[in-house]
């Protein structure tokens, strides 16, 4: 119980050296090409969840807009099988770190208003001032609009951060009550147990929707500037 609460989000380290590179680069070696004529049930599986996601994702994207499959592809695997890594016993989450999300939200975010200045310059300054706006507000709007702009790739990552570190957060509470608790009283252990594998499955979830969410956000963001 004396442990810090906030140990697991501590970034692992050998001889003073981080490891989090590599910890980055294990979930690559997960998702292997199929090697055979005939590939196997999960890489059926895998296929066939790429193709859905790929088709829902750039349904609403232009030829230009398309280019980008392989990137956003490659963002939502990568992001979720690192979130789904971190639940396993003594592991270790790059996704709670958010100077990693903000690592990745502003390069992507940033691409796409590149993109959008250079395509279409004038739909892109268009979106600072709404049409029909009363002069007196032109001043006020601009300024609002181009916080809300910058404000897009913080929220990328803060969003990230907050749901995947909230999650972690409350399944190590809820492990230690349950630890705690089964010295004094079994059936409120055991009760407290059941709530941590109801939480754990739904962190199962929450791991690849947030993956989805900021994936899904980005193509939006492409979407606007494409």
Known sequence: ??????????????????????IMLFPCLLLT?????????IQILQIWLIRLITKQMLMIHNKQGRSWALMLMSLILFIASTNL??????????????????????????????????????????????????????????II???SL??????????????????HLLMHLIGSATLALSSISMTVSTITFTILFLLTILELAVA???????????????????
């Open 1 to 22: 119980m004396n442990e810090n609460l906030f140990a697991p989000f501590v970034t692992p380290t050998i001889l003073g050296i981080t490891t989090l590179p590599i």
């Open 33 to 41: 090409s199929p090697k055979r004529w005939l590939p196997n049930r």
């Open 85 to 142: 890594l971190g639940l396993l016993p003594y592991s270790f989450t790059p996704t709670t770190q958010l100077s990693m999300n903000i690592g990745m939200a502003i390069p992507l975010w940033l691409a796409t208003v590149l993109m959008g200045f250079r395509n279409k310059p004038k739909v892109s300054l268009a979106h600072f001032l709404p049409q029909g706006t009363p002069t007196p507000l032109v001043p006020m709007l601009v």
């Open 145 to 147: 609009e181009t916080i």
């Open 150 to 167: 910058f404000i897009q790739p913080v929220a990328l990552a803060v969003r990230l951060t907050a749901n995947i570190t909230a999650g």
């Open 208 to 226: 690849m929707i947030q993956a989805y969410v900021f994936t899904l956000l980005v193509s939006l963001y492409l979407h606007d500037n494409s």
